[in-house]
Each structure stands twice: as structure tokens, then as C-alpha cells.
């Protein structure tokens, strides 16, 4: 740093002269390109220098060489910020080519290589054409000037390091500058890449993307830290009853209906309702789409645990008396009524749970009537002894109910579907008797019970067929029930009024009743199934049928007509 005290003494005077047009031939970087892409030349302090004390050449000279000394001194010690702050005020005194190379160096080990590089750069473009060693003692100004030349290529040649850490991690980061693509790699992975402004774009899956620049510095790290915004997707619910509360991941969200934009991932909705039974479904919710969602609460299964005590005394007590009068003894009968009642309710109070399914219990009781019904038909088959017969009625009354409740907890059965089931059998079985009045066999039990059994295994079977392709309400099947009641009391009246008309023995008359009887119960059953159909299905649709009809090989007719179902 010396050599420049050589110089100065010959050229302080010329300096002082000079130094303001100096100053005005400095270019302004402001104004000026940088010359690469992406890459900006830093305002050096040298091109906004204060104007010069306004004193005598030797007191400037003085002035120039205090500020000279201070910095030598400040970058032996090490304070790099220091030495350039006192350089600069130097060159701005007396602005010789020299110091610039002292400032770069200044620079260079406080580790700004923008800077260093920038004055190292405005050294060798001062240093002149025909500069010569000031002493002998010297360095050549050209020797200096290729050597600073090859430093400024290892210093420009430095990485910035960008590391870019995301939340969630693993997005996917592209550098760009004007250049095009200058990296690429996923957070978290260190990116080097030349000095210089680059665009950082960070992608992930399902999340908005993030753009930002960033001014990465020469040899300089950077860390940065983004957090990015999911993407969001709308979510339309409408549950049935309207005043469902509806619950998102545990907190209440709406009632009956609820919409809104939300991240893209899996939630839990949970809708419940009085009387109706809570559903809760994992829902997943995707960026950019809809995800509609809707559903019917079922309502709260009905409890008939206590028609099924009820039974369960009544079947109990009638199976006891049974197997009582088997033995043709009248105390057995009273006793078996009572210990069969009592072991019917017993049983069934400490066996079945207090919120017995309403369904399981009618199909219990039904199933319960049905195996009696059938057991003693089955055993007339075989013999015509009350010992055998009443025996086989209260065995199937037990195994018909254990059946009918194992089989409604199995398969859940709808209090609709086992009131199906039971008006099956009770028609089947009606059917069955009026068909054996009708063909006058009861005075043979045997082909009597046939009838029955076969009414009775078709009505039933009937009524598991209704179930599996026909939805019926309870209250449906009821009226269905009583329109075949009525049915049977309207056939029998008109009977009456036929009977008045004419005489006929006690045979034809029973079988004429039956006849009727038959044909009102038909009807009953019909007109009340017509008539209930809007309960549990659509409205009856007609509409217009036209068809064409051959009655020859050259003869035809259109027809006209409406058709629907039910």
C-alpha cells in the first residue's frame, strides 16, 4: 500500500487540480448495465463521493495520507469495514488506480465478492495503458493487472448456495433467471448456482405455488423458509331430517345442510338428529372440485321387547298347556299353562336384550305362530292322536320362535319386512282352510291339513319374496291386513243375501260361504294393496299405449289404451 505515498508527492498538485472533473467522468451505475444476465454491478462508494475539502494542497495531501494510513492499519488488524471506509475516503481525495485494488482486497476478506469483484474490475479498467513500476521496488501496474484479471475469474467463478425448506416438505423448486432454467431439486436440497438475481418457483401437489426472487450473492449461503397454502375444495352436504346437526372432524359445522371451501384432505362428518340414529363417514375432500355429499339419517330402531314379553307368557303358557293336555290330565294342563308362561317370560326377560329390535321381536312372535301352525299340520300328516299332535304344536311354537329371533338379529330385518312375513302366513293359512271348506275335505284331516300346510308354506314363502323386492311399512301392511279382513266379512255377507235366495243342504251353503269368503278376501287384498301404494312407492304412472294387432295374414287393427305400474 505504500507505493502509493511514492507516487503521491509527484501528482498531489496535478490531483487537487483535476480531482473534481475526475469525479465527473465516474459513470453513474444507476445508468449502467450490468453486462450479464441476472446479474447486477453493485453502486460502488467511490461514484458518490463528497466534494473535497476546501484547503491548500499540502493540508489535502496531509488529509489523503491520514485516511491511507488509517486504512492500512485497520485491515492489518482485521477490520475489513473499517479499512474500506478510510480507502475510500483516500481515493476520493486523490483517486489513483492503485487503492481500487486495495478496496477490492478489503472486500475480498469481509466475503462481499460482489463488491471486491466490482472495484477489482474498475482497477483494472484505471490502470493505464503505459503505466510503469513507480520504484524499483515496485510491482509492474501490468503484472497487477493480469494477476487481478485471474482473481476476478476465481472469485466470479464462487457459487450462491440456496436452500429452500418448505412446510409440507418436499415441494419442488425451479431457478430461473433471464437466462432460462438455472436449477432445479425439491426443499430442502442445497442448490449452487452463479451470483447473480434469480425467480424461485416452489411447487407441490395440491398447494398454491410460490414465486419470489432471490438476490443470491456471490460464494454467498442462502436459507429460506415457505410455507405453502393448500389448495382448496368445496364441500356441499345435505342430510335428511333438516334439523340433522352436522359435525366436521368433531365440531358443529351446520344444520341439515352445510357448504364451504376446504383444504384437500380426509374428514370425518358426523350428522345426528332426534330420533334418528348418528351416522358418521369418512369423507375426502379434493383440490379444485366439488365433493357433494348427502344421505338419510335412519330413524331409531323400535324397541318391542314388550310385545315379545307378552308373547313370550301367552306362547309359553299355550305350549305348556299343550304338552299338559297331552297327558289327558287336567292338572298338567293348568300346571304346564302356568310353567310355560312363566318360563316363556322368565326367558325371555333375562335372555334378550331391553332394546330387542322391533322387527326381530314381530318376526319372532311370527315365526313362533308359523312353526306351530306347521308342526301340527305336519304331524296330522302322520297321525290324527292329540297326544302327538299337541306336543308337536308346542315344539314348533318354541323352535319357530327360536328360529325367527336368531334370524332378525342376523339379518337386521325391518319391522315392514317381518309385518310382510307375518301377513303372508296369516293369508297363506286362511287361504289354505277356505280352500279346504271350498272342496269339502274336512271330513278327511289328513287332506285338510295338506291344504293348510300348502297355503300356509305358499304364504310364507310369499311373503320372504315381498321382502326381498318390495320396501312395505309396518302401517302399510296393517292396512293391507285389514282391507283383506274386510274383504273376507263382505264375501260373507253377500253370501247371506245369495243364501236368502236359495235353499240349498248345510254342505253347499259352508261351501258357498268359503267360495265368497275367498273372493272378498282376494279383492280386500287388492283394492287395500291399489289403494296404499303411494305409502312406501311412487304414485301409480299411466300413460298412453298404442300397439298394433294381427287377426290375419292381411287383416289388422290399431288399438288404443293406457298402461302404468304400482
Known amino acids: 500500500m505504500r507505493v502509493w505515498f511514492a507516487i503521491v508527492g509527484s501528482i498531489v498538485v496535478s490531483v487537487v487540480v483535476s480531482v473534481t472533473a475526475a469525479h465527473a467522468q465516474q459513470p453513474d451505475p444507476r445508468s449502467r448495465d450490468s453486462g450479464y444476465i441476472g446479474k447486477e454491478i453493485p453502486i460502488l462508494e467511490i461514484d458518490d463521493c463528497p466534494p473535497p475539502p476546501q484547503v491548500t494542497p499540502e493540508e489535502l495531501r496531509k488529509i489523503g495520507f491520514e485516511h491511507f494510513e488509517r486504512g492500512e492499519v485497520l485491515y492489518v488488524q482485521g477490520d475489513y469495514k473499517g479499512a474500506v471506509n478510510e480507502l475510500v475516503a483516500a481515493y476520493c481525495i486523490s483517486p489513483h488506480y492503485t487503492i481500487l485494488k486495495d478496496i477490492g482486497q478489503a472486500y475480498e476478506r469481509e466475503l462481499d465478492y460482489e463488491k471486491a469483484i466490482a472495484y477489482l474490475e474498475r482497477f483494472v479498467i484505471s490502470v493505464p495503458k503505459d503505466a510503469t513500476r513507480a520504484n524499483a521496488c515496485a510491482p509492474d501496474p501490468q503484472d497487477e493487472k493480469k494477476n487481478v484479471l485471474a482473481r476476478i475469474n476465481v472469485l466470479g467463478a464462487l457459487k450462491a448456495k440456496i436452500l429452500i425448506n418448505t412446510d409440507p416438505p418436499d415441494a419442488k423448486i425451479t431457478l430461473s433467471n433471464d437466462a432460462g432454467i438455472a436449477g432445479r431439486g425439491r426443499a430442502g436440497q442445497e442448490l449452487e448456482v452463479q451470483g447473480g438475481r434469480y425467480k424461485v418457483l416452489i411447487e407441490r401437489d395440491g398447494y398454491h405455488s410460490v414465486t419470489q426472487d432471490v438476490p443470491a450473492k456471490i460464494g454467498k449461503p442462502y436459507t429460506i423458509f415457505t410455507k405453502l397454502l393448500p389448495l382448496k375444495g368445496t364441500l356441499r352436504v345435505r342430510v335428511v331430517p333438516?334439523?340433522?346437526?352436522?359435525?366436521?372432524?368433531?365440531?358443529?359445522?351446520?344444520?341439515?345442510?352445510?357448504?364451504?371451501?376446504?383444504?384437500?384432505?380426509?374428514?370425518?362428518?358426523?350428522?345426528?338428529?332426534?330420533?334418528?340414529?348418528?351416522?358418521?363417514?369418512?369423507?375426502?375432500?379434493?383440490?379444485?372440485?366439488?365433493?357433494?355429499?348427502?344421505?338419510?339419517?335412519?330413524?331409531?330402531?323400535?324397541?318391542?321387547?314388550?310385545?315379545?314379553?307378552?308373547?313370550?307368557?301367552?306362547?309359553?303358557?299355550?305350549?305348556?298347556?299343550?304338552?299338559?293336555?297331552?297327558?289327558?290330565?287336567?292338572?298338567?294342563?293348568?300346571?304346564?299353562?302356568?310353567?310355560?308362561?312363566?318360563?316363556?317370560?322368565?326367558?325371555?326377560?333375562?335372555?334378550?336384550?331391553?332394546?330387542?329390535?322391533?322387527?326381530?321381536?314381530?318376526?319372532?312372535?311370527?315365526?313362533?305362530?308359523?312353526?306351530?301352525?306347521?308342526?301340527?299340520?305336519?304331524?296330522?300328516?302322520?297321525?290324527?292322536?292329540?297326544?302327538?299332535?299337541?306336543?308337536?304344536?308346542?315344539?314348533?311354537?318354541?323352535?319357530?320362535?327360536?328360529?325367527?329371533?336368531?334370524?332378525?338379529?342376523?339379518?337386521?330385518?325391518?319391522?315392514?319386512?317381518?309385518?310382510?312375513?307375518?301377513?303372508?302366513?296369516?293369508?297363506?293359512?286362511?287361504?289354505?282352510?277356505?280352500?279346504?271348506?271350498?272342496?269339502?275335505?274336512?271330513?278327511?284331516?289328513?287332506?285338510?291339513?295338506?291344504?293348510?300346510?300348502?297355503?300356509?308354506?305358499?304364504?310364507?314363502?310369499?311373503?320372504?319374496?315381498?321382502?326381498?323386492?318390495?320396501?312395505?311399512?309396518?302401517?302399510?301392511?296393517?292396512?293391507?291386513?285389514?282391507?283383506?279382513?274386510?274383504?273376507?266379512?263382505?264375501?260373507?255377507?253377500?253370501?247371506?243375501?245369495?243364501?236368502?235366495?236359495?235353499?240349498?243342504?248345510?254342505?253347499?251353503?259352508?261351501?258357498?260361504?268359503?267360495?265368497?269368503?275367498?273372493?272378498?278376501?282376494?279383492?280386500?287384498?287388492?283394492?287395500?294393496?291399489?289403494?296404499?301404494?303411494?305409502?312406501?312407492a311412487p304414485k301409480l304412472s299411466v300413460s298412453p299405449v298404442v300397439s298394433k294387432t294381427s287377426a290375419g295374414p292381411h287383416a289388422g287393427t290399431t288399438t288404443f289404451g293406457i298402461g302404468g305400474a304400482f
Open 242 to 536: 333438516a334439523d340433522a346437526r352436522l359435525f366436521l372432524d368433531s365440531k358443529q359445522v351446520g344444520t341439515g345442510a352445510y357448504e364451504d371451501e376446504l383444504e384437500g384432505k380426509k374428514y370425518t362428518l358426523t350428522a345426528e338428529a332426534p330420533g334418528r340414529l348418528s351416522v358418521s363417514r369418512e369423507i375426502e375432500v379434493f383440490p379444485n372440485r366439488d365433493t357433494p355429499v348427502s344421505f338419510e339419517l335412519p330413524p331409531q330402531p323400535q324397541v318391542g321387547r314388550r310385545q315379545l314379553l307378552a308373547y313370550s307368557a301367552i306362547g309359553g303358557g299355550i305350549a305348556g298347556s299343550f304338552l299338559g293336555a297331552a297327558s289327558l290330565n287336567g292338572g298338567l294342563i293348568a300346571g304346564g299353562l302356568g310353567a310355560g308362561a312363566a318360563a316363556g317370560f322368565l326367558g325371555t326377560y333375562f335372555g334378550t336384550p331391553k332394546d330387542v329390535p322391533l322387527g326381530t321381536s314381530s318376526l319372532t312372535i311370527t315365526s313362533s305362530l308359523i312353526g306351530g301352525a306347521a308342526a301340527g299340520a305336519t304331524s296330522v300328516l302322520a297321525t290324527d292322536r292329540p297326544e302327538r299332535v299337541l306336543p308337536a304344536i308346542s315344539g314348533g311354537l318354541i323352535l319357530g320362535a327360536g328360529v325367527g329371533y336368531y334370524g332378525g338379529l342376523k339379518t337386521r330385518i325391518r319391522p315392514g319386512d317381518a309385518a310382510v312375513i307375518n301377513s303372508g302366513a296369516l293369508w297363506g293359512g286362511v287361504t289354505g282352510f277356505l280352500f279346504l271348506t271350498s272342496f269339502g275335505a274336512s271330513t278327511s284331516p289328513r287332506v285338510g291339513a295338506g291344504i293348510v300346510l300348502s297355503g300356509l308354506g305358499m304364504g310364507t314363502l310369499g311373503g320372504i319374496l315381498m321382502t326381498r323386492y318390495f320396501n312395505v311399512s309396518r302401517g302399510r301392511a296393517a292396512l293391507i291386513d285389514v282391507g283383506g279382513t274386510v274383504g273376507v266379512f263382505v264375501g260373507i255377507a253377500i253370501e247371506n243375501v245369495v243364501s236368502q235366495a236359495a235353499s240349498s243342504d248345510a254342505q253347499s251353503e259352508a261351501e258357498r260361504t268359503a267360495n265368497y269368503s275367498l273372493g272378498g278376501m282376494a279383492a280386500g287384498l287388492i283394492i287395500s294393496g291399489v289403494l296404499t301404494r303411494n305409502m312406501d
